[in-house]
């Protein structure tokens, strides 16, 4: 049986910070030395691309050209740690085995998936490939926002799924929904992480709320906070600032990751 | 000239074309074929022997009786979610996710998108 863990970063309202938490998670456990990829399944919508500093002109093979049959899984995992970039934080994992394995955001190539549809056959083959063509420990899939195919691929086939809401009605009721959907999936390890949270709320308080709704461990309750916002996506926001609080909260759901057997 | 293994998943390949099981299906599944399809899904191509050393290998309870896993085995390739290549202890079991089909939006849109992309 393939020994890396695949973990699922779900949401199911857009906005959340689902692509910064899962790049920042993925970071912090390339820092705790471990193998880890990153999959970016919003194949309609990519971005986590930006966070460890690929654009366009540095993005070589994407996933778009695994499911056309013109690349391997080999040729599309992105170094990031030979591929650190001038931003402070992102230089904190030179040397770490950290891959990530981008979407196209070439529109053309949106479109033709958007045409032509998705070989579910083949996208299943590169997620379990990637593990072990590049012997990882912990594969990260970021997902698309809401419920579509890809992503309950994803939640199907994930053992750990992290849903992240926002502590509003909103995501509340939707965040029900994917909760009922994982556990008819039967996902070994499910976690839900606040995010967003109003400093001025106790967040003793809003853990306690939330894991007695759902009867699902909250495995951190992370602020609103300007000073992520203010970052821009220019950088991993754990690393560059590790003191903040966001960034000690994200080390905490960092750590409930490694504490699963 | 092409070997065994080049012939066997050109078969399989052209099985999976024929229906196949979407994520959504699988919440709807008995447990014992749930379990089959995610350990498929994880571990994409499984000989007989391979799936009853990893159904021995389970925690008693979670444990499939051979007949149990038999029948699952059988009913899953009956309705093409998994697809067997071979017979009794040579079998080879492939599961068959069905594909996601394109968008329907007339032809006419995408050309033109593709053109205006172009530029």
Request: hydrophobic share 40%; aromatic share 6%.
């Amino acid at each position: 049986m393939n020994k890396g863990k695949i973990v699922s970063i779900h949401s199911f309202r857009g906005g959340t910070g689902k692509s910064n938490t899962t790049a920042n998670l993925a970071a912090q456990v390339a820092l705790a030395g471990k193998r880890v990829g990153v999959v970016d399944t919003d194949i309609q919508s990519p971005g986590i691309h930006v966070l460890f500093g690929l654009d366009e002109t540095k993005m070589g093979k994407t996933i778009n050209d695994f499911l056309h049959g013109t690349a391997t899984i080999r040729e599309i995992g992105f170094p990031i740690g030979e591929n650190t970039g001038g931003a402070e934080g992102r230089a904190k994992l030179a040397g770490k085995n950290l891959w990530l394995f981008p979407s196209s955001i070439r529109g053309r190539e949106i479109s033709q998936i958007l045409r032509e549809g998705v070989d579910f056959n083949k996208l299943n083959e590169g997620l379990q490939t990637t593990i072990s063509e590049f012997d990882l420990d912990y594969l990260f899939i970021d997902t698309h926002p809401g419920l579509n195919e890809e992503t309950l691929l994803s939640i199907a086939t994930s053992d750990i799924l992290i849903i992240i809401l926002r502590p509003d009605n909103q995501d509340l009721q939707g965040t029900s929904v994917t909760v009922d959907i994982a556990r008819s999936l039967d996902v070994p390890h499910l976690m839900l992480m606040v995010n967003k949270a109003l400093p001025k709320y106790d967040f003793a308080q809003i853990k306690k709320e939330i894991e007695a709704k759902f009867s699902a461990p909250v495995s951190g309750v992370l602020p609103l906070t300007f000073d992520l916002a203010d970052n821009a996506s220019n950088d991993l926001f754990s690393l560059r600032y590790p003191d903040h609080e966001w960034s000690k909260s994200l080390r905490g759901v960092a750590d409930a990751i490694l504490a699963v057997k | 000239m092409p070997g065994v293994f080049d012939r066997l998943n050109k078969e399989i390949e052209s099985k999976q074309k024929d229906g196949g099981i979407t994520a959504l299906d699988l919440a709807d599944l008995s447990p014992a074929l749930r379990k089959i399809m995610k350990i498929m899904l994880r571990e994409l191509q499984m000989t007989y022997p391979r799936l009853c050393e990893v159904m021995d290998a389970m925690p008693e309870g979670e444990r499939l009786t051979r007949n149990l896993l038999d029948d699952a085995l059988s009913t899953l390739t009956q309705q093409f979610w998994l697809i067997r290549i071979g017979e009794k202890e040579k079998a080879i079991y492939k599961v068959n996710l069905k594909r996601k089909t394109g968008s329907t939006l007339a032809a006419g849109i995408w050309s033109s998108l593709d053109e205006k992309l172009k530029k």
